[in-house]
């Protein structure tokens, strides 16, 4: 049987489907499979799919949509899973901008339910179930040669990573670094390093082109992430100055950023870290839970810098630098360079002490 579909969603955008698929009503019930579903409803809220250009389009009752299946376990959003089973006629839901589907089990009341799909068939070629990991990008070198990495972590979704994350390519690259852009964790969509690439960056990948819909509930994600850097690197056109590595989700939650920072390989490539707060709890307590992993951070951002009272905190409790992504760019661009490239020629980081002193000043305020 052959669909024409209204949307496709930019979490199969590697596949380069054709304008018409092939579809079974035998449905794979595996993570990455792709599915054509039928919208049963339209929202006014969480409305709207990214397609495979990046264009956000709504989704009206009866659109016929590609996707695939996954999990998602966002705080400020949906929670679903892969059902054990599918077959033609279930009802799944739409779970994320990028077109993951899956069964949802927990809803938020910001946004209201996820939007209801039929699910009519799974998408075949050449006879077999098409997954997105057919179309992933080839494993790189293990001993090509990696640029610094820039980690840009939160505690928390919209934390104001992405802007940091994009701040630091543009600033970087008008001072003349070639640098490439990365999205490590999260639920498959496309804005975020579509956006890296627009501030600069040579090349971006995300885990979605190394095959998975979502980073949720893995058990180490750090092989994942590590083959996306390497990655990056192999498909820039250039040898790679640094690449700004953004983790999605909180360095707290289901998306696996406590594991990859937690692995030794991954941690051997870090040479500066943004921790992105939403205020100053968050600040003092991302800067302890990182310490007490030894991990270093060398700048707080996001929205406990917006004005002087919490600079002055992350500055005079935390003993660590504070810089607005929004109000003062080039003064975390300065931060960022002088740690990973000034720091590297003087001899490398010093494992940690930096964010335990921090934690430890903040611990006695």
């Known amino acids: 049987m052959k669909i ?3 949307k496709i969603g930019s979490v199969v955008g590697r596949l380069r489907l ?11 019930a595996r993570s990455g499979q792709v599915l054509v579903v039928r919208a049963l409803e339209e929202k006014r809220v969480y409305d709207v799919i990214e397609l495979t250009t990046g264009r956000m389009a709504h989704v009206g009752k ?4 590609i996707g695939a299946l996954g999990r998602r376990d966002a705080l400020r959003g949906f929670v679903g899973r892969v059902p054990e089973s599918i077959t033609a006629g279930d009802t799944l839901h739409l779970l994320n901008l990028g077109g993951v589907l ?23 070629r050449n006879g077999r179930g098409v997954n997105i990991a057919d179309d992933a990008v080839p494993e790189p070198p293990a001993d090509a040669p990696m640029p610094p990495v820039l980690v840009v972590s939160g505690t928390c979704m919209n934390s104001g990573k992405t802007y940091a994350a994009c701040e630091l390519i543009s600033g970087l690259t008008a001072r003349g ?14 804005r975020d ?3 890296m690439g627009d501030h600069g960056a040579v090349a971006t990948l995300s885990f979605r082109d190394i095959g998975l819909p979502s980073t949720a509930g893995l058990a180490d994600v750090a092989p994942a992430a590590i083959r996306v850097l390497r990655s990056v690197q192999a498909e820039a056109t250039t040898h790679l100055d ?20 937690q692995d030794a390989d991954f941690r051997a490539m870090i040479s500066a870290h943004v921790l992105c707060a939403n205020d100053l709890v968050a600040a003092w307590g991302g800067v302890q839970w990182l310490a007490a992993r030894g991990l270093e951070v060398d700048v707080v951002a996001g929205p406990a810098t917006d004005n002087s009272v919490g600079e002055t905190y992350v500055t005079g409790e935390l003993g660590l630098a504070a ?16 740690a990973a490239f000034q720091r590297a020629l003087s001899g490398g980081r010093d494992g940690g002490a930096h964010a335990a002193d921090g934690a430890a000043s903040g611990g006695a305020s």
């Open 18 to 28: 054709p304008e018409q698929v092939d579809i079974s009503r035998i449905v794979e």
């Open 193 to 195: 390093v579509l956006s």
């Open 102 to 124: 899956g069964a949802a089990v927990s809803e938020n009341k910001d946004v209201g339910h996820p939007l209801r799909v039929e699910v009519l068939g799974m998408v075949l």
């Open 242 to 261: 640094c690449i700004v590595a953004e983790m999605g989700d909180g360095i707290i939650g289901a998306y696996g950023v406590d594991t990859i920072l």
């Open 4 to 6: 024409r579909p209204h």
């Open 323 to 338: 810089a607005n992504a929004r109000t003062d760019p080039s003064l975390l661009v300065d931060l960022i360079e002088r």
């Open 62 to 65: 009866g659109d016929v949509i």
């Open 177 to 190: 670094y070639a640098v490439g852009g990365a999205k490590l964790t999260g639920v498959a969509a496309q």
